[in-house]
């Protein structure tokens, strides 16, 4: 599933093309992609023809487009959804969903959402060029000029869940994802399942700084690309999976002491990491537990 950088290198590149432009025609090809826009695909087409397109934004892993009458569109790439621009004579991906015509400052283009699994999707936020309502609950991610270092060491260091489970709650820190998790845990030598009320303030705010280190990295190669589902909107993958120290290389040697990676079972996902750097955290012993008392034999 694309992560922040990916959906940043998508947003910025829909900020170049597509801003000032006028949507002139939609055609909702397959349902399912706006499947959470209550107008229905007619209704979603009618709600943006004319609609001027304004400055693209994000929060974590959602991108939105303001638009002219303070509504806007909002998109989740999901685990394969692209947003292409492409000439109109541009012959239609094997997976177009949804199709956008432009006009003004680009004209001549199409706004092109294409989705294999389609698990992403569009819709249109009634009022939500600001922050649109549907994803309001969604934090701030840490390469927001807000995002408030001190509160989330503090909400971490509360949680006696473990890091990772915490670095993928949308609800405490946004655009993560378990891809850039990975690395972040690697750099800061803490396993994911060591629970945040055991790990110091200090070691909280050296995982923080990885984490927007790994993402600002990423995002100088164009983001994370395993195969042709993740690409930017001219179609061009990343390059960071050549960068990665622990994600995908199970059975290959840490780059930090040889010791061969490890692969866990994660959420329905897969962690990794080295066993020697990021040791398996001890279970505590469960309150009030005495432990048995053996005699030596008379």
């Not at 012959?91 to 015509?101: A, F, G, I, K, T």
């Not at 040791?279 to 432990?291: E, I, K, S, Y």
Request: glycine share 10%; charged share 30%; proline share 8%.
């Amino acid at each position: 599933m694309p992560e922040l950088p990916e959906v940043e290198v998508v947003r910025s590149g829909l900020e170049r093309h597509v801003t000032g432009a006028r949507i002139t025609r939609v055609d909702v090809l397959h349902p399912r992609p706006v499947r959470r826009d209550p107008r229905g695909p007619a209704g979603f087409a009618e709600a943006l023809v004319g609609r001027r397109v304004e400055v693209a934004r994000r929060r974590g892993k959602y991108l939105w487009v303001p638009l002219d009458n303070g509504d806007a569109l909002l998109a989740h790439l999901g685990m394969s959804g692209q947003l292409l621009v492409q000439p109109h004579d541009a012959p239609p991906e094997r997976h177009l969903r949804v199709r956008l015509v432009l006009d003004g400052a680009a004209e001549g283009r199409e706004l092109r959402f294409v989705d294999q699994r389609m698990f992403g999707g569009l819709s249109v936020s009634p009022g939500g060029a600001e922050l649109p309502a549907e994803i309001g609950h969604i934090a701030r991610d840490p390469l927001d000029p807000e995002f408030d270092d001190d509160a989330f060491v503090a909400k971490v260091r509360r949680r006696a869940s473990g890091i990772k489970r915490q670095l993928l709650d949308q609800g405490l820190v946004s655009g993560v994802g378990n891809i850039y998790a990975d690395e972040a845990l690697w750099r800061a030598r803490i396993h994911g399942e060591r629970p945040g009320e055991r790990l110091t303030a200090a070691q909280v705010r050296e995982l923080l700084g990885h984490a927007r280190d790994v993402m600002t990295e990423a995002l100088r190669q164009g983001g994370t690309s395993f195969d042709a589902l993740y690409v930017n909107v001219n179609g061009e993958s990343g390059y960071f999976d050549r960068s990665l120290h622990a994600y995908g290389r199970e059975g290959e040697p840490c780059e930090r002491c040889g010791t061969p990676m490890r692969r866990a079972a994660f959420m329905n996902r897969s962690s990794f990491f080295c066993p020697v750097c990021q040791p398996v955290p001890r279970r505590r012993r469960a309150p009030g537990r005495v432990p048995p008392v053996t005699t030596a034999p008379d």
